[in-house]
């Protein structure tokens, strides 16, 4: 049976600031299979370039074990690891020509330039750049010098590819064409590929997996769909997307249906997620839920519509477009998103105006308050 194309297991790391000890990595737990794109995600410092790095070579772990293609690889040399780094500056050789930049990794390792030339020409048209071999990375757009940067580590044929915040430096819509470039190459030569991001949309369009980290840990690992559908934690729902977290008092536990009572209005029922490694009476009568509840969950309707949950009065309303982006005040003063899909004569609630919302409960769940 063949081995994952990268296995961690428990990989911590302490660094030393001052007198303290600060925890990058906490215990990180993962395997990788061979073609995969897992993206890893999450706010500033909250370890996921750290574990890039580990599994670089760039930083040994404090604990844990680094597993390449069923070798033990976590105290060997970058240079023995045969992985390719695209970095977030594409530290590019200005005073070399494109050809000679995609050529260096190969000429360094000793190959002959008869076997040279027509990998790097390939490697430049598998990116989009036929013909550039000549020019200089002055010569080129920023978008054009990333393509260089990725053909650079292409060319080279690592066992696994890694990326740390590689598009940042590129305008929005650069950003967008480049991450489909990206996934369309990693698919077409099927290799494994690691992807540091605090973009929600790339780590949501790019990723087969995706690694949710916060303060060292990971929150929760899976498709894009899973995380976004059902997030394990609060902080999982609030970060991806975005989410209405709305607290309320828990009025029975139904198999695995909550109901709670919402602001002013009626009893609303739906399921209840217990998250990995929670008991199942995590949901107490009496006690406190939170209601995870997308915006396209929540349709605004008039004052007297009897389909309305709860009461609520519109903060604010904006038309952008595909939809109108409501914010609506409950009774208990908590502000909710709802995005309403535009259509031609609808009836669009101003400011102040008195409403009720209906939540969709099949789109919608509760997750334990403490769930952080």
């Known amino acids: 049976m063949p081995s994952s194309a990268l296995e961690l297991r428990n990989v911590s790391k302490v660094f030393k600031k001052d007198r303290d000890e600060v925890r990058a990595v906490d215990s990180v737990n993962l395997t990788v299979e061979q073609g995969e794109m897992v993206t890893f995600l999450g706010p500033s410092g909250c370890g996921k370039t750290t574990t890039l790095r580990m599994i670089a070579g760039f930083e040994l772990p404090t604990g844990g074990t680094i597993t390449i293609?069923?070798?033990?690889?976590?105290?060997?040399?970058?240079?023995?690891?045969?992985?390719?780094?695209?970095?977030?500056?594409?530290?590019?050789?200005?005073?070399?020509?494109?050809?000679?930049?995609?050529?260096?990794?190969?000429?360094?390792?000793?190959?002959?330039?008869?076997?040279?030339k027509p990998k790097v020409l390939a490697a430049l048209a598998l990116v989009g750049l036929k013909n550039t071999e000549n020019r200089y990375p002055s010569q080129l757009s920023g978008g054009e010098q990333q393509r260089v940067a990725l053909a650079r580590v292409i060319v080279m044929e690592p066992t696994l590819l890694l990326m740390d915040e590689p598009l940042s430096n590129l305008d929005a819509k650069l950003r967008i064409h480049m991450r489909t470039e990206i996934r369309r190459i990693q698919k077409k030569l099927?290799?494994?590929?690691?992807?540091?991001?605090?973009?929600?949309?790339?780590?949501?369009?790019?990723?087969?997996?995706?690694?949710?980290m916060n303060k060292g840990k990971v929150e929760q690992v899976g498709s894009p769909f899973e995380i976004y559908s059902n997030p394990q934690s609060l902080f999982v729902a609030d970060f991806i997307g975005q989410a209405n977290i709305i607290k309320l008092t828990v009025e029975a536990v139904v198999g695995n249906d909550i109901r709670a009572l919402l602001p002013g209005g009626r009893t609303f029922t739906a399921r209840g997620l217990r998250p990995e490694g929670k008991g199942a009476d995590i949901y107490k009568v009496g006690g406190k839920a939170a209601l995870i509840a997308r915006p396209e969950s929540l349709t605004v309707l008039s004052a007297d519509d009897p389909n309305g949950n709860a009461p609520?009065?519109?903060?604010?309303?904006?038309?952008?477009?595909?939809?109108?982006?409501?914010?609506?005040?409950?009774?208990?003063?908590?502000?909710?998103?709802?995005?309403?899909?535009?259509?031609?004569?609808?009836?669009?609630?101003?400011?102040?105006?008195?409403?009720s919302i209906w939540i969709d409960p099949s789109n919608v769940l509760f997750l334990p308050e403490s769930s952080t």
Do not use: W
């Open 190 to 212: 099927g290799i494994t590929c690691l992807y540091v991001t605090h973009d929600q949309a790339e780590a949501l369009t790019m990723a087969d997996r995706i690694v949710v």
């Open 69 to 116: 293609q069923g070798r033990d690889m976590t105290n060997t040399p970058v240079n023995k690891r045969e992985i390719g780094f695209v970095f977030q500056n594409y530290a590019l050789f200005p005073h070399m020509t494109v050809f000679n930049n995609v050529a260096y990794g190969l000429k360094s390792r000793g190959e002959k330039d008869a076997a040279i």
């Open 312 to 355: 609520a009065t519109v903060v604010s309303e904006v038309f952008v477009g595909s939809h109108i982006e409501y914010e609506v005040e409950l009774e208990d003063h908590s502000v909710l998103k709802a995005f309403t899909p535009f259509q031609a004569g609808m009836r669009v609630f101003g400011e102040d105006e008195k409403v």
